[in-house]
């Protein structure tokens, strides 16, 4: 049973470039979450989704940023037209439930020049 | 709004040693706290989940408390190996329907071999 996986690991974006960033969760959970990590700082929530619904995105800025969980596929994190303060690690996450254990991907490293 | 502390922030230890990780939160009215530990260039890793309505949790090693009314939780390592060597961190799922796990900003754990 493969984990949540991320992809890509790293990710170098120009400024005013577009970011997809993906996730798939474990097999069975149909809860994801994304998370934030910026240096020095702790992990940030910022979206939850179930498939084809946003539960909760208060966590994620109003502008440039969108998330979304089709009913077939990956979920996908879409950062529009990138700023360097986006730069930072992106974890997804996974789990059988509503707050229960969390199972996390490697993140993804993201990088705006 | 929910913060969550961790002390220290970093920690070194001989080989061997037995360790207590402190965590505290704000506000104890809590759904579940989970630990989490997180190696370099990785994801997290879950260690430990504790109910609102529990006191401890065991997996081998590790033994995590919970004190909701004092806002503390605790994360016992026996006998620490090199291995043990990370980030820890303590995250909560606050009430009232959040979706998203408050995290702290870890302690870094060093296990001098």
């Known amino acids: 049973n493969a984990g949540v996986m991320q992809n890509p690991r790293h990710l170098v974006r120009r400024r005013g470039q577009e970011a997809r960033l993906r996730c798939s969760p474990m097999?069975?959970?149909?809860?994801v979450y994304w998370y934030r990590q910026l240096p020095e700082e702790g992990l940030k929530f910022m979206v939850y989704?179930?498939?084809?619904?946003?539960?909760?995105e208060s966590g994620m800025p109003k502008e440039r940023f969108s998330a979304e969980f089709p009913k077939e596929g990956p979920s996908i994190l879409r950062i529009q037209q990138v700023v360097r303060g986006d730069s930072a690690a992106y974890f997804c996450?996974?789990?059988?439930?509503?707050?229960?254990?969390?199972?996390f991907g490697s993140g993804t490293q993201l990088s705006v020049l | 709004k929910q913060e969550v502390t961790q002390i220290p922030a970093a920690l070194s230890v001989p080989e061997g040693e037995n360790l207590v990780l402190n965590c505290s939160f704000t506000d104890s009215a809590i759904y579940n706290l989970q630990w989490f530990r997180q190696d370099p260039g990785k994801g997290l890793t879950s260690l430990l989940l504790?109910?609102?309505?529990?006191r401890e949790q065991t997996s081998g090693r590790l033994n995590a408390s919970l004190d909701k009314s004092s806002g503390r939780s605790t994360l016992y390592i026996a006998a620490s190996q090199p291995g043990d060597s990370a980030t820890y961190l303590c995250a909560v799922y606050s009430g009232g329907g959040a979706d998203g796990l408050t995290f702290g900003k870890g302690t870094h754990l060093i296990i001098q071999p």
């Open positions: 996450a996974s789990s059988p439930a509503p707050r229960s254990l969390l199972f």
């Open positions: 989704l179930q498939k084809e619904n946003i539960i909760d």
């Open positions: 097999k069975g959970h149909s809860h």
């Open positions: 504790i109910q609102s309505s529990q």
